[in-house]
T-cell receptor, first 113, second 113 residues
């Protein structure tokens, strides 16, 4: 039973346009959320995070939005660049029991030049 | 600075054989995580250690899987006996404290024939 869901396995966007990657979660005990980016044959790398007490966090071209009532977060990349083509994972920190992160299945973003 | 180092990068072996995956975390990090990546389930947490002590092994699929962390700079994940359904990419990650962003190794691609 996936507690963190990325329902779009893939997304294609034209260079210079906005990329929007979505993530839904089911557990209200999640208090911190992260996005990771993964290139082929490499491990995921941390991109940006947001605490549940905020609704937006921005870092350069990357902005993460959190809608707690909808249990939904999104990652916006503006403008998208070909180098952004990768798999993006969202992760949520579960504060019930032993603290740990639960990852989604990933969304493959392809930015077309 | 050296990141998380995993070995081997690729492993191909026959069903029934013992497989040992190795991980060296980033120096100074006191939390270590083992993940398995599959298309269906994304990144699944198998087990994590704090200060060399296993904290949560609820993700370990079955008794064929075991993990150890004999010291702060080394961990192993062992599968014995291996089965074709164990084929996946296995990642090791470390962090400073269990709640911080995790740094991932480049993974071990395991194929069980």
């Amino acid at each position: 039973d996936q507690q963190v869901k990325q329902n779009s396995p893939s997304l294609s966007v034209q260079e210079g346009r906005i990329s929007i990657l979505n993530c839904d979660y089911t557990n209200s005990m999640f208090d911190y959320f992260l996005w990771y980016k993964k290139y082929p044959a490499e491990g995921p790398t941390f991109l940006i995070s947001i605490s549940s007490i905020k609704d937006k966090n921005e870092d350069g071209r990357f902005t993460v939005f959190l809608n707690k009532s909808a249990k939904h977060l999104s990652l916006h990349i503006v403008p998208s660049q070909p180098g952004d083509s990768a798999v993006y994972f969202c992760a949520a920190r579960d504060t019930s029991g032993t603290y740990k992160y639960i990852f989604g299945t990933g969304t493959r973003l392809k930015v077309l030049a | 600075d050296a990141g998380v180092i995993q070995s081997p990068r690729h492993e191909v072996t026959e069903m029934g054989q013992e497989v040992t995956l190795r991980c060296k975390p980033i120096s100074g990090h006191n939390s270590l995580f083992w993940y398995r990546q599959t298309m269906m389930r994304g990144l699944e947490l198998l087990i994590y250690f704090n200060n060399n002590v296993p904290i949560d092994d609820s993700g370990m699929p079955e008794d064929r899987f075991s993990a150890k962390m004999p010291n702060a700079s080394f961990s192993t994940l062992k599968i014995q006996p291996s089965e074709p359904r164990d084929s996946a990419v296995y990642f090791c990650a470390s962090s400073l404290g269990s709640l911080g962003p995790q740094h991932f190794g480049d993974g071990t691609r395991l194929s069980i024939l």
